[in-house]
């Protein structure tokens, strides 16, 4: 509360704290030029003189706080003597940053779900082949998401939308697109390998509906489908990825360890989720065609281990022939 004078005559804790005042006792009579932040007062000083003038509205406010902003919805209203003259005016200012936030969250969602919504046919698979290094034969084909733009029919790589859609957790609705394009491609006759993220492991929902459709595919087509887990997802998860790996295994489909080497190795993972095969992250790849006797050796090892174990590997980022 603040007299027409500029001084404080009311104020509370959450006013001290808001404007670093050692108490209420230290605060009280003082100007608002001496408490607030200048910024603060000029606005203040404005909206006070809008509000003797009869616009009493609420207004949005921001404030800086550290090293970043606070949102505050402010109120201002007068106090009037006996005979209607205004001798006071108070203000209340109720912090809106996390609901601001919440509130632009949920919009920013709405917009990453119109946009990688399937129905809308912006969503793409990209196929990378697998080649048997001893025959130069493709074996196999691993199956990429990309994301065309509405507008424009720009085509996005991964890295330009996943981590919102991360964010977001939308992975499952991008994960049931490709696994159906997955099923697709086999029932034509092809073999592919697919990504399942571990959001979509995690989430009962998107998980049984996946399961469905490789069921209702059948074993002709899950046998020519492999589904791919990061080590990161594995080592983080090992009872979802195990429960995963048992049920499109059921189905006839097999499951590879992706991006070998970048995680939390465990070889007791490794027996337990009973993976077809084994991929060696790029930068261990990439490494040994630069004659890195550190990535040579941890390569050699793991194709050892994997062959012990009865796995293939594959090697990722391979980009010339040697």
């Not at 130069?136 to 084909?141: C, G, H, I, L, Y």
Request: glycine content about 6%; aromatic content about 6%; some cysteine.
């Amino acid at each position: 509360v603040m007299n027409l004078q500029g001084r404080y005559t009311m104020v509370n804790d959450a006013f001290c704290e808001l404007f670093d005042q050692v108490s209420v006792a230290a605060a009280v009579g003082r100007t608002a030029e001496e408490v607030l932040p200048h910024e603060v007062w000029k606005a203040q000083r404005r909206a006070i003189t809008r509000l003797l003038a009869g616009d009493d509205s609420p207004a949005e406010e921001s404030m800086r706080r550290g090293l970043g902003s606070i949102s505050l919805m402010t109120q201002r209203f007068a106090l009037r003597d006996s005979v209607g003259a205004i001798t006071e005016v108070v203000t209340i200012r109720t912090d809106i940053t996390y609901r601001k936030k919440a509130l632009q969250e949920a919009v920013e969602r709405s917009l990453w779900e119109e946009r990688v919504g399937a129905a809308a046919g912006r969503l793409l698979a990209y196929s990378q082949p697998i080649v048997d290094i001893a025959t130069r034969a493709t074996v196999d084909e691993e199956l990429l998401v990309r994301l065309r733009v509405a507008d424009t029919n720009e085509i996005l790589p991964p890295a330009q939308f996943l981590p919102q859609c991360e964010h977001f957790h939308l992975m499952p609705v991008i994960d049931r697109y490709m696994v159906g394009r997955a099923i697709e491609l086999a029932r034509a006759g092809r073999s592919v390998s697919v990504n399942i993220t571990g959001q979509t492991i995690a989430d009962e929902k998107a998980l049984n509906a996946i399961v469905q459709m490789l069921a209702i595919a059948g074993h002709d087509v899950t046998g020519k489908i492999m589904f791919e887990i990061t080590e990161t997802t594995a080592s983080a998860a090992p009872a979802l990825a195990k429960a995963f790996s048992r049920k499109v295994g059921d189905l006839g489909c097999r499951v590879a360890l992706d991006d070998f080497g970048t995680g939390y190795s465990s070889l007791g993972y490794l027996r337990k989720l009973k993976f077809s095969t084994i991929k060696i992250d790029r930068s261990f790849v990439q490494g040994a065609a630069q004659k890195s006797p550190e990535s040579l050796a941890i390569i050699r090892a793991v194709v050892a281990m994997a062959d012990s174990l009865g796995m293939t590997t594959t090697a990722e980022g391979v980009e010339n022939a040697e």
